[in-house]
């Protein structure tokens, strides 16, 4: 299901120069995702699927990082504003994320 939105991000990430790592959920371990984030410059850091006749390698530290990533977003979610969406436009929106994550930050 979120693979081709995921590819759709990631190409509008556009190319990038040197070693930028994208974290990645196992939803989105299929090849034509790791291809298009290789492609364009990333580092796709995610496991493969146990039953791959052809697992690769990837950087398990790093994505045990990820988990941190996911409790952000839990903790992001608790701010009603932010997950009720209740700013009809997208720079208050985004104006009280970035107040939602400085206040996340001084916890």
Same mark, same amino acid.
């Given at each position: 299901?979120?693979? @081709?939105?995921?590819?759709?991000? %990631?190409? !509008?990430?556009?190319? /990038? /120069?040197?070693?930028? *790592?994208?974290? =990645?959920?196992? *939803?989105?371990?299929?090849?034509?995702? #790791?291809?298009? !984030?290789?492609?364009?410059?990333?580092?796709?850091?995610?496991? @493969?699927?146990?039953?791959?006749?052809?697992?690769?390698?990837?950087?398990?530290?790093?994505?045990?990082?990820?988990?941190? %990533?996911? &409790?952000? $977003? +839990?903790?992001?979610?608790?701010?009603? #504003?932010? $997950?009720? +969406?209740?700013?009809?436009?997208?720079? =208050?929106?985004?104006?009280? %994320?970035?107040?939602?994550? %400085? !206040?996340?930050?001084? &916890?």
């Amino acid at each position: 299901g979120d693979a @081709p939105e995921g590819r759709r991000l %990631i190409q !509008a990430l556009g190319p /990038h /120069h040197g070693l930028v *790592a994208l974290l =990645m959920d196992s *939803a989105y371990q299929d090849d034509a995702t #790791r291809e298009l !984030a290789c492609g364009l410059g990333f580092v796709p850091v995610v496991p @493969p699927n146990p039953r791959r006749r052809q697992p690769w390698e990837y950087d398990k530290p790093l994505y045990r990082r990820r988990n941190g %990533i996911e &409790r952000l $977003f +839990r903790r992001l979610k608790a701010w009603r #504003r932010v $997950f009720t +969406r209740y700013d009809k436009l997208d720079l =208050m929106y985004a104006a009280f %994320i970035t107040v939602a994550l %400085i !206040a996340e930050a001084l &916890r």
